[in-house]
């Protein structure tokens, strides 16, 4: 079965501090694609990134930047110089062939606090 | 270009009833997929619908049931609801792609209490 783990509950940092939220996940499966998520108070979760398992090359996308790691099966994603806005409930997200690509499987999600 | 969007907001039933939620897709999208979000965890698949059928269902009992429409829109249905129903129930649209995945995209879900 697919699993996606996310280890830490809740991170607090102080504005313009980055923030490096880890994703580990499990699958049998060898092309699968992996997601991060963001979930503010108002409930809507609103897609971040995007990354399939081809592709290892990290990237940057503004203040957003990921490593992803097949090797450690591991995902992470790292938000550069907090803002308060960021403060929201952030999932990673795995889906593959096992699942006929359909079901996303999520993590419990890191909670994550910028304060000013 | 809307998203995703979903009826009603709250809703609020007691225990043996029925409820019925509903979803439009964001446009040129045809694959609507359904999670259940209880407090402090991640989304759980309910079922996903393309071409007006049930393409694939998580765990979750036969109370479950869903529907997809000619323009892409779908219901979910939960019949003798339970405590345990009460939840943040998700709507996400995504375009087929056959042999890989497609992003999923959620609206802002309907919060579901039952008393």
């Known amino acids: 079965a697919q699993k996606v783990t996310q280890a830490q509950t809740e991170i607090s940092v102080v504005e313009k501090e980055d923030v490096t939220l880890d994703c580990v996940y499990e699958?049998?499966?060898?092309?699968?694609?992996l997601f991060w998520y963001k979930q503010p108070p108002s409930g809507e979760l609103v897609f971040l990134i995007r990354?399939?398992?081809?592709?290892?090359q990290n990237e940057i996308s503004g203040r957003y930047s990921w490593n992803f790691q097949k090797s450690t099966s591991s995902f992470n994603f790292t938000i550069t110089a907090s803002q308060v806005v960021d403060s929201a409930v952030y999932f990673c997200a795995l889906s593959g062939p096992t699942d006929s690509w359909g079901k996303f499987q999520f993590g419990a999600g890191t909670q994550v606090v910028v304060t000013p | 270009d809307a998203g995703v969007t979903q009826s009603p907001t709250h809703l609020i039933k007691t225990r043996g009833q029925q409820v019925t939620l509903r979803c439009s897709p964001k446009s040129g999208h045809d694959t609507v997929s359904w999670y259940q979000q209880a407090l402090g965890q991640g989304p759980q698949f309910i079922f996903q619908?393309?071409?007006?059928?049930?393409?694939q269902r998580g765990n979750f009992p036969d109370r479950f049931s869903g529907h997809q429409f000619p323009n892409y829109s779908s219901e979910l249905n939960v019949n003798a609801l339970l405590l345990g129903d009460s939840a943040l129930y998700l709507c996400a649209s995504s375009l087929n792609r056959g042999d890989y995945t497609d992003t999923q995209y959620f609206g802002p879900g309907t919060r579901l209490t039952v008393l």
């Open positions: 990354r399939n398992s081809f592709d290892e």
């Open positions: 619908y393309y071409e007006e059928e049930e393409r």
């Open positions: 699958t049998r499966d060898t092309t699968y694609y």
